[in-house]
């Protein structure tokens, strides 16, 4: 129970219980029957989203909903947007050892299936192509509807329509199904029709203990008061706290309590999401510069999305004798020119040069940079041959302007491809190199390690999108754009080069995240192929490949890849010492049989290379827990764990690594963010972090998601820097990591802390970690207060001989605000340990130690 302060809250709390029982249709009992009818059901609310529902009645007349509209299980089958992820006429049958098994259509030509003992915990979700093996002719692309289940002996008929048309398929095991034929039975109907708060509902029926729909309601009703106390806010926490006096904090620190944790623990995450990429990260000025964008690219839905996107003028697109095979498409100018827009105009800077490259045939031409008025900035002229040729020139703009163009014009003919602006000054001065503004907002995290290329981009929208990294090395030209998951387009031209040579540049360990020979479980494009993977006569291929990216990264420069990765300038290996294998798949048969051939073959051969695997988008349910029981067989050193949740699941679940078993995987939190950039968010994950160092020897590493965003170009919010043209607009949630990322240690302290206030919900809102560097000798304390009243502290430390000063950062603001900066001082330490943390504040105090 909550402690709560004054009886005002203690009557809302006995409101609030007394609405959400009423809400679930539950009437109090003074006796337990034995026995219940339970029916099983969907609903077409939220467009069939809502998933699997049930209701309960002694007598088969009046019904109780157990929610109602409650989620016992979701169809994951399809994609986010309307059609996917919706669940329609599932169907029920419990098998003869008690199992149920629950059946349904997902606008597919597949039927979906999952099993559970009982009806709260359900197994994986797999997909059958019914008509796959169909015993005549039948039509793939059609919707499989009505599916239904039949018993006779030990065996299940699994009876559906497609095209009108009746069928069946048997199985004994809901694992192996026999070949489809035509149902002769066309009549049959096995659903039940009850009616429930004046609905009207088919569904399954089942005669069940009592005691499995109380289980299911005791559940429900912890899930529903979960899910209310995570929702904390300043406005709840204004009531919640409504009176409190400002808080003395005893902390004591023992520098004999410590245990080794990661030296790890603050990484980065990118993924090309957001134009993180092109028109972000990568330096490239121009877009479209190698005329490939393509329909597909937006899924034929913008038909200005093709090879003549952000260019403007007088030319046509040709394909005879291209550069490259791989980039077909070039701009023929006719006497005229042609202007590229570049990412919502192109900024420049007075006085900068830019180094300019064209692949060009046929007559002289100019190319300019000009700004929006017209005016010239810079401009230099190009001499082609009659057959291709590379030219190259450097521009020096006069001015600085964030909205210019590049124009290229001719008095006769010329062909034009791979147009490319980039500035001199990029990270580390790398030709084809990284924007430098971006790059050193990353690079003052003083990130361990970086993620790459993804998120769902790695494994991509259907089988044919999944990313493949041997199409984003060698020269530019040769290298094979795709259409970008996240509805746009990738260039490649920031490719597994450059991204290891960003993380050696960064003094960060590289971090491939490669596909699992499946495709994003929310892929919309390939149809029921989303979650039957590359076929298996095609995986040793696939195999091959992953292997062959470890020698790329590693090899000596007489293996294939070493000596490829050594032409494009990097002779040394790049000591890639981890790779992951899937990201947030949808832990089914058809993945499970290809991720353990690809770990396996990992492990052989590169037995050194630590691999990291997936359990999943969230941080329980199904794929949770099916993931790490296939880490737990295969002793993957590491898993990947994903959660974007609100401040207040931050606040309340603290404690969430504490009771991990230590003699399993480690865990990398691959991706997480509480849904927002207020001060509130940011204190919410520093609260969070300071639990996440506690449990830093079971938790590996943890990288915040998504990393970059461009301004009107996001898919997804929140982020931890968003930027334009020429700016860099980093969050309040980037400083908080920023902190981390500066002040993290090898050696965790243990500390007590006593509070003048016994309130629970104070205590969980106060956080404290102390770290020490051993490198450095540094003794680091955060301290962190979620209250909106101040927080004296009074810090007493025993066995760690301190030096007199420190330096003490203080980040805070209110809780809505959204430009709150860390400011550092100079203080003795007997300051820094009892100086007041304001409300809504992060604190980080760095001492030197003496040696004892």
């Given amino acids: 129970m909550r402690f709560f302060k004054n009886s005002l809250l203690a009557l809302v709390l006995l409101f609030s219980v007394l609405f959400i029982l009423s809400g679930f249709g539950l009437k109090p009992k003074t006796e337990k029957p034995d026995k219940v009818y339970l029916f099983a059901y969907s609903t077409l609310k939220n467009n069939g989203k809502n998933g699997l529902h049930f209701a309960w009645s002694t007598d088969q007349k009046n019904w109780f909903s157990i929610g109602p509209e409650y989620s016992f299980l979701k169809s994951d089958f399809g994609s986010w947007g309307p059609t996917g992820k919706s669940m329609s006429e599932p169907f029920m049958v419990r098998d003869n050892a008690g199992v149920f098994h629950c059946f349904w259509s997902v606008k597919d030509n597949v039927f979906a299936h999952s099993e559970s003992k009982d009806l709260v915990n359900w197994g994986r979700q797999n997909y059958i192509q019914g008509m796959k093996n169909f015993v005549g002719k039948g039509e793939d692309k059609s919707v499989i509807t009505n599916v239904q289940i039949s018993q006779k002996d030990s065996q299940y008929s699994v009876h559906f329509s497609e095209s009108g048309k009746n069928y069946y398929s048997t199985t004994k095991d809901f694992k192996n199904y026999s070949p489809s034929v035509i149902d002769a039975n066309s009549a049959l109907k096995l659903r039940n029709e009850i009616t429930i708060q004046g609905d009207v509902v088919q569904g399954s029926l089942f005669h069940v203990d009592w005691n499995l ?312 494009d390939g149809g029921s192929g989303q979650q039957f993977g590359i076929p298996m006569e095609d995986m040793d291929e696939y195999v091959q490949d992953v292997l062959d990216l470890i020698e790329y990264a590693n090899g000596s420069i007489n293996t294939v890849w070493g000596k490829k990765r050594a032409e494009a300038g990097h002779p040394k290996p790049f000591n890639l010492k981890y790779i992951g294998i899937g990201n947030e798949d949808l832990i089914s048969d058809v993945f499970e049989e290809r991720y353990r051939m690809i770990v396996k073959a990992v492990q052989q051969k590169y037995p050194e290379i630590i691999v990291i695997g997936t359990v999943g988008p969230f941080f329980e349910g199904t794929d949770y827990n099916e993931g790490w029981k296939i880490a737990d067989d295969l002793k993957l050193p590491i898993v990947d764990e994903h959660y974007y949740q609100t401040p207040g699941w931050f606040i309340n679940n603290q404690n969430f690594y504490d009771g991990y078993d230590r003699s399993k995987s480690k865990v990398y939190l691959g991706e997480y963010a509480s849904r927002g950039n207020k001060f509130y968010n940011a204190l919410a994950e520093a609260l969070y972090l300071t639990g996440v160092e506690r449990n830093g020897d079971v938790v590996e590493m943890a990288s915040y998601a998504p990393l970059l965003a461009r301004e009107k170009h996001t898919q997804w919010n929140p982020d931890l820097i968003y930027f334009n043209g020429d700016e860099v607009k980093p969050t309040v949630n980037y400083f908080v990591q920023k902190l981390y990322g500066q002040n993290p240690g090898n050696q965790y302290i243990e500390s007590t802390t006593k509070l003048s206030d016994a309130n629970p919900e104070v205590n969980k809102r106060i956080g404290v970690s102390v770290v020490k560097d051993n490198a450095s000798g540094d003794l680091i304390i955060k301290l962190v207060n979620v209250l909106p009243v101040a ?20 980040l805070t603001g209110t809780p809505e605000n959204t430009t709150a900066r860390p400011a550092t001082q100079k203080l003795t330490v007997k300051e820094a340990f009892s100086k007041e943390l304001p409300p809504y504040s992060f604190a980080v105090i760095r001492i030197k130690t003496n040696k004892l």
């Fill in 213 to 524: 729909v109380d289980n299911m309601i005791r559940n429900m009703e912890s899930a529903k008061f979960r899910e209310r106390q995570d929702n904390s806010s300043p406005k709840s926490d204004s009531l919640l706290f409504a009176g409190l006096k400002p808080i003395k904090a005893q902390i004591s620190i023992n520098g004999q309590q410590s245990k080794k944790i990661s030296n790890m623990l603050t990484g980065v995450f990118f993924e090309d999401i957001n134009y993180a990429a092109d028109g972000g990260l990568y330096g490239e000025l121009i877009q479209n510069r190698d005329f490939e964008y393509a329909l597909h690219d937006k899924k034929e839905r913008d038909e200005k999305w093709n090879a003549t996107m952000a260019w403007s003028g007088d030319f046509k697109i040709a394909k005879e004798n291209p550069i490259h095979p791989n980039n077909p498409n070039y701009a023929v100018i006719l006497k005229g020119n042609i202007s590229n827009s570049g990412f919502d105009g192109i900024a420049l800077k007075a006085n900068e040069k830019y180094d300019f490259s064209v692949f060009a045939k046929g007559s002289k031409a100019i190319v300019r940079l000009k700004s929006a008025s017209g005016e010239t900035l810079a401009e230099a002229v190009l001499t082609p041959s009659a057959t291709w040729k590379k030219i190259n020139a450097v521009l020096k703009s006069s001015k600085t302007v964030k909205d210019a163009h590049l124009e290229i014009s001719t008095s006769g003919e010329i062909a034009v491809d791979m147009v490319s602006l980039f500035p001199q000054k990029t990270f580390k001065n790398r030709k084809n190199g990284l924007r430098l503004d971006l790059a050193e907002a990353i690079a003052d995290m003083h990130p361990k390690f970086v993620r790459f290329p993804g998120g769902c981009v790695a494994h991509g929208d259907g089988l044919h999108n999944i990313y493949k990294w041997k199409n984003t090395i060698g020269p530019l030209e040769s290298r094979i754009p795709m259409r970008n998951i996240w509805g746009y387009h990738q260039s490649m031209g920031l490719g597994y080069f450059e991204y290891f040579q960003f993380c050696e540049d960064l003094g960060a360990e590289a971090v491939p995240v490669l596909a699992a020979g499946v495709p994003c479980q929310n892929s919309s």
């Fill in 791 to 810: 927080v004296t502290p009074s810090i007493e430390t025993r066995n760690l001989p301190l030096t007199e000063t420190g330096d003490y950062t203080i």
